[in-house]
């Protein structure tokens, strides 16, 4: 009987696996996400003409657009 308790030890959960599959594939999308929030708040800088100060600015209406197109 112990040694059936070690032995379910060493065998992953289906359920955990699959949080951990869900996470991994959102930690994904937040990258993919982040990375083109990034791009577009690029592009919007060089939009307005490369003026410093609007980083935040260009950052905000760059998720504003593409979280609206979702």
């Not at 959102?26 to 800088?45: F, G, K, P, T, V």
């Amino acid at each position: 009987m112990a040694v059936e308790r070690e032995q379910r030890k060493n065998i992953p959960q289906t359920s955990n696996m699959g949080r951990l599959s869900e996470a991994v594939l959102s930690q994904q999308l937040d990258r993919s996400l982040h990375d083109r929030i990034r791009e577009r708040a690029y592009q919007l800088y060089e939009q307005h003409g490369r003026r410093e100060g609007r980083a935040d600015k260009d950052w905000l209406e760059a998720e504003v657009e593409l979280l609206s197109n979702r």
